[in-house]
């Protein structure tokens, strides 16, 4: 079936996203894992804690590799096939772009240093601090890039005449009112997601029969640190809501299938929907909640959908993607909450097969929700590309050919997903844990 030029832009760069998202999540998460690891080897003189850092570094490499791939792709398919969107807002997100690239520049330099100088200094310590930089670079380069995302939720910072931008400040149009909840969440379910793909790998080794104290040791700190940023990322999300509600109502309320508005809303979880007639059917309502998440009070009033244009409002099957993406977030943090308490009260519990079953899945289901959330987010702005200014329809290119890139580019990411897979796989699989413990180490 022929498909016109606005459904293959936007197929062609989500296809893109939804790739490079895995990578970047990755990149921004496991810096930070790989230094708690380090410190803790340091401070316990634990040699299975410098092997997790050790090994961990190694595997990043890879994921960092693929991400500046796909990441340059991102761009250069927002030029091609958005452009007359670039022309409009291209003056304002030039900067965060900019400052993007800067960020992860200073992140590939001490990544390199990190990696180089393992065993070039007396005190570890000298080359712990190494990954703070690695760290400080992946955030700048997550924030930088989510500025651009928000700043297309929430434009400002510049006048718009006749289709061409006048004026501009670029300060105002990065720090926009949608810049603070979006970066913190990003960031910090970067980091729960991360900590979970980690515990995942190791609980289906434990599964496997692999119960080294390595191993052992690296389900309790990858999950323990998963269950941590999971309640941040519960914080941030709050935030969200109340971002949303204010600054982008339509989308909360498409979200949430609230269609009149009113005081004291109910919050809607699962359900069906009649679209003509508006009516829910088995959903899980909980009285004045919505009103509460929104504004931090029972009684408060909460825009419905009615109160826009039906042009200008996001598809109503967002809700489904809401309801999935909470179901995988309260199955991945109940299954690591129950990890830890079991640590905590009888050690034996905590490896029990069907827990562990559960845990080798909190780390796809985290990826999972990072990839619908991001879709939400980027559906919930529909129809617009510059909410208020210009709708995807308007900044889609006319250029043709566009179908034969978009199996272009599949091919190439099937490529990269290969060539992943393969390179981890000899890294890791073909050199276990407890071999490399024998001849890494000999004493701190």
């Known amino acids: 079936m022929d498909m016109d030029n606005v459904t293959l832009s936007r197929l062609l760069i989500a296809m893109t996203f939804v790739f490079h998202i895995i990578f970047a999540t990755i990149g921004v998460g496991i810096p930070v894992m790989i230094a708690i690891a380090e410190g803790l080897g340091i401070w316990k003189k634990d040699n299975n804690y410098l092997l997790m850092a050790r090994r961990w570094a190694r595997g990043y490499t890879i994921t960092v590799a693929v991400g500046v791939v796909t990441g340059t ?261 109940f299954m690591a909450f129950i990890y830890v308490l079991c640590s905590r009260l009888k050690k034996e519990w905590m490896h029990n097969k069907w827990l562990l079953v559960g845990l080798s899945c909190a780390g796809p289901f985290a990826m999972a929700s990072i990839e619908l959330g991001w879709t939400l987010a980027e559906v919930g702005r529909q129809p617009w590309i510059l909410r208020g200014y210009m709708k995807v329809a308007q900044g889609a290119t006319t250029a043709s050919g566009l179908g034969s890139m978009f199996w272009l580019f599949l091919v190439l990411y099937l490529l990269l997903a290969i060539f992943s897979i393969v390179v981890i796989r000899k890294m890791f699989i073909q050199n276990p844990p407890e071999d490399e413990m024998k001849y890494r180490f000999n004493n701190i």
Not at 158 to 169: P, Q, R, S, Y
Request: glycine share 6%; proline share 5%.
């Open 73 to 333: 792709c991102l761009g250069l398919q927002l030029s091609l096939l958005f452009p007359s969107f670039m022309r409009v807002a291209g003056q304002a997100i030039s900067l965060p772009l900019f400052m993007e690239t800067f960020a992860f520049f200073f992140e590939a330099i001490f990544l390199g240093i990190y990696l180089y100088t393992w065993d070039r200094f007396k005190k570890r310590t000298s080359h712990w601090l190494f990954i703070f930089p690695v760290i400080i670079g992946a955030n700048l380069s997550a924030f930088f890039i989510t500025t651009v995302n928000a700043f297309m939720n929430t434009p400002q910072g510049f006048t718009l005449k006749n289709g061409v931008i006048k004026t501009i400040d670029p300060i105002a149009a990065m720090f926009n009112p949608a810049t603070p909840a979006k970066s913190m969440h990003v960031i910090v379910t970067a980091y729960t997601a991360s900590a979970l793909i980690l515990g995942s790998i190791a609980a289906v080794q434990y599964l496997r029969g692999k119960r080294s104290e390595y191993i052992t040791k690296s389900l309790r700190l990858a999950v323990t640190m998963g269950l941590i940023f999971g309640i941040l990322t519960g914080i941030t999300g709050d935030f969200s809501a109340k971002f949303l509600a204010k600054h982008q109502p339509e989308k909360l309320a498409a979200m949430e299938w609230h269609f009149k508005t009113e005081r004291g809303a109910p919050f809607i979880f699962y359900g069906t929907l009649n679209k003509d007639t508006e009516e829910v059917k088995y959903a899980i309502k909980i009285p004045k909640l919505l009103s509460f998440l929104s504004f931090s009070d029972f009684n408060a009033k909460v825009i419905g959908l009615d109160e826009f244009p039906k042009d200008e409002t996001p598809p109503l099957y967002i809700h489904y993607l809401f309801d999935v993406k909470m179901t995988l977030v309260g199955l991945m943090l």
